[in-house]
Structures are given as C-alpha cells and as structure tokens.
C-alpha cells in the first residue's frame, strides 16, 4: 500500500518535496514512479526510479527541476521539486511497477495522490 503527503500551497519559483510511503515488501527490482493530474488534463508521467539502483528517468517538462529518490531503509519514494511553475499544479500519485516505464499501465499499485497548487 503507498500513500503520498506533503502537497501544499506555494508560490512560483518555490519548492516542495513530496514523500511516498510503502507499506510492506517493496521488492528489490521494483520500480516506483511519480505521476500528476492537473484540472481538467489527463494523468501524466513525471518520473521513475528503480528501487535497487538508482536509475532514474524524467518527463521533460520537469527534468532539470525534479528530482526522485529514495530511501530503502524508510521504504519510501521522494520527489523533490524545485523552481515550481503554476503548469506543476496537480494531484500526485506515486505507483508502483515492475519495468522501466512511463506508461501508466505498467504501474499495478497506486497511493492516493497529494495536492500541489502553485500559484503565480
């Protein structure tokens, strides 16, 4: 089960990190993503890690400025996202999968997602 916090109201230019916590085995192949919902837009892929070495991947439109970890120890996923444009306001969702992917399909477990509003 994964559950992400740490949404919020912050102004443009600004920073948030988001945390995603796993609740039981998270196996070492896994890969965990980050995806986001804006009003109105279908969900799209932001970002995934593998959960065993590091490998990261990033939609364009926020490489540069997000960044995805994690801690094993913790089970939990982060993104941390710097230099915030009102175009990142959305509902985030992080998921798990099994491959390199940035399709939603490939994700099978899905947390309830967090709200991040920036304003301009």
């Known amino acids: 089960q994964l559950q992400a916090f740490g949404g919020g109201l912050v102004q443009a230019g600004g920073s948030l990190r988001l945390s995603c916590a796993a609740s039981?085995?998270?196996?070492?192949?896994?890969?965990l993503g980050w995806f986001r919902q804006a009003p109105g837009k279908e969900r799209e892929f932001v970002a995934f890690i593998r959960w065993n070495r590091e490998s990261t991947y990033y939609a364009d439109s926020v490489k540069g400025r997000f960044t995805i970890s994690r801690d094993k120890q913790e089970n939990t996923l982060f993104l941390q996202m710097n230099n915030l444009k009102p175009e990142d306001t959305a509902v985030y969702f992080c998921?798990?999968?099994?491959?390199?992917?940035?399709?939603?399909?490939?994700?099978?477990?899905w947390g309830q997602g967090t709200l991040v509003t920036v304003s301009s």
């Open positions: 998921a798990t999968g099994s491959q390199y992917s940035s399709q939603q399909v490939d994700y099978k477990n």
């Open positions: 039981g085995r998270i196996y070492s192949s896994a890969v």
